[in-house]
C-alpha cells in the first residue's frame, strides 16, 4: 500500500515561515514527480511547486522567490520551505506523487495539512 504522510502545517503569522514534508511508504519502482498542491476554501486547487525525478522544479508565480521545493538524497521526502508567508497563502495544503509501483504509473494524494496565515 503507497502511502503518502504530510506533516509540518500549522499556525504562523504574515511574514513568518513553515517547512512542510511529504514522506513516501510501500512499494515504489520508481518516482517520476512529486509537488505541493493546496486548495484554498471556495477555491479550485493548485499546483505550488513540484520536482521531477531530475530535479527539475517548478513553482506557481505567487510563490516565487518565497516558496522552495527540494527532496532528500534518496528522494523518497520532498519539503516545501515557505517564507514571507502571506494571508492569502492560508489553504490546505496536499502532497502529490506520480509513481511508477508494481501496478503501473499511478498518481496519489496526501491527506493535505492546514497553513493557516495570519495578518
Known amino acids: 500500500q503507497v502511502r503518502l504522510v504530510e506533516s509540518g502545517g500549522g499556525s504562523v503569522q504574515a511574514g513568518g515561515s513553515l517547512r512542510l514534508s511529504c514522506a513516501t511508504s510501500?512499494?515504489?519502482?520508481?518516482?517520476?514527480?512529486m509537488g505541493w498542491y493546496r486548495q484554498a476554501p471556495g477555491e479550485q486547487r493548485e499546483l505550488v511547486a513540484s520536482i521531477t525525478s531530475g530535479g527539475i522544479t517548478t513553482y506557481a508565480d505567487s510563490v516565487k522567490g518565497r516558496f522552495t521545493i527540494s527532496r532528500d538524497n534518496a528522494g523518497n521526502t520532498v519539503y516545501l520551505r515557505m517564507n514571507s508567508l502571506k494571508p492569502e497563502d492560508t489553504a490546505v495544503y496536499y502532497c502529490n506523487a506520480d509513481l511508477w509501483v508494481l501496478a503501473g504509473d499511478k498518481n496519489y494524494w496526501g491527506q493535505g495539512t492546514q497553513v493557516t496565515v495570519s495578518s
Open positions: 510501500g512499494t515504489i519502482l520508481s518516482i517520476n514527480a
